[in-house]
């Protein structure tokens, strides 16, 4: 399926809690991406606009779900009108993703709405989803991400799911911040 369908890559970012407030304005410009991944490249660049730095970046290519995919397709014709994939969830689960699978590991207890703190866009032949998490967030070592349908956790349509195994961040409440970024590729990648 990577090869000749949907690529998905994803970004786990932590920062300071201090830069919290400059997040929104720091992951709405385009560049933020690429900023993740010159970080993740050569982990000597990691200053952003407002003074804020990264303390860590981590880099997920996994897959699209099937149940994924194929709620896309009824959004995209039509049959299906709601609900659409608007919250980015989080977790600690290390097992392989598979292309069945319908929800995360070990699922934080809650999602983060991606309408109020993060953007949902369309990228040429690209979707990409960012959600900011706050320092107030449950303190998580982050393995897994993925994007869903509802703000319940352990249910709703999981568009994808991701896994940090090499280098999960670690996120503590009132201490740091953190971002998860996914861009789904649809053309072919060869």
Same mark, same amino acid.
């Given at each position: 399926?990577?090869?000749?369908?949907?690529?998905?890559?994803?970004?786990?970012?932590?920062?300071?809690?201090?830069?919290?407030?400059?997040?929104?304005?720091?992951?709405?410009?385009?560049?933020?991406?690429?900023?993740?991944?010159?970080?993740?490249?050569?982990?000597?660049?990691?200053?952003?606009?407002?003074?804020?730095?990264?303390?860590?970046?981590?880099?997920?290519?996994?897959?699209?779900?099937?149940?994924?995919?194929?709620?896309?397709m009824?959004?995209?014709? &039509?049959?299906?009108?709601?609900?659409?994939f608007?919250?980015?969830?989080?977790?600690?689960?290390?097992?392989?993703?598979?292309?069945?699978?319908?929800?995360?590991?070990?699922?934080?207890?809650s999602?983060?709405?991606?309408?109020?703190?993060?953007?949902?866009?369309?990228?040429s032949?690209?979707?990409?989803?960012?959600?900011?998490?706050?320092?107030?967030?449950?303190?998580?070592?982050?393995?897994e991400?993925?994007?869903?349908?509802?703000?319940?956790?352990?249910?709703?349509?999981?568009?994808?799911?991701?896994?940090?195994s090499?280098?999960?961040?670690?996120?503590?409440? &009132?201490?740091?911040?953190?971002?998860?970024?996914?861009?789904?590729?649809?053309?072919?990648?060869?």
């Amino acid at each position: 399926m990577k090869r000749l369908g949907p690529q998905d890559t994803t970004y786990a970012s932590l920062f300071d809690a201090k830069d919290e407030p400059f997040l929104p304005h720091v992951t709405k410009d385009p560049e933020f991406w690429n900023s993740c991944e010159k970080y993740w490249n050569d982990h000597r660049f990691n200053k952003l606009k407002y003074g804020v730095e990264f303390l860590g970046v981590s880099k997920a290519d996994d897959i699209v779900t099937f149940p994924g995919l194929s709620w896309c397709m009824q959004l995209i014709l &039509g049959t299906q009108t709601t609900p659409r994939f608007t919250f980015m969830c989080a977790g600690s689960g290390l097992d392989l993703p598979s292309p069945f699978q319908q929800t995360l590991i070990t699922e934080a207890s809650s999602r983060i709405n991606m309408t109020l703190t993060g953007t949902i866009a369309r990228i040429s032949q690209s979707m990409q989803f960012l959600a900011n998490f706050p320092s107030s967030f449950q303190t998580i070592t982050v393995r897994e991400s993925g994007v869903n349908t509802v703000s319940t956790p352990n249910t709703g349509i999981l568009l994808n799911r991701n896994v940090f195994s090499s280098t999960p961040i670690v996120h503590t409440a &009132g201490g740091t911040a953190f971002v998860l970024e996914t861009r789904i590729t649809l053309a072919g990648v060869q």
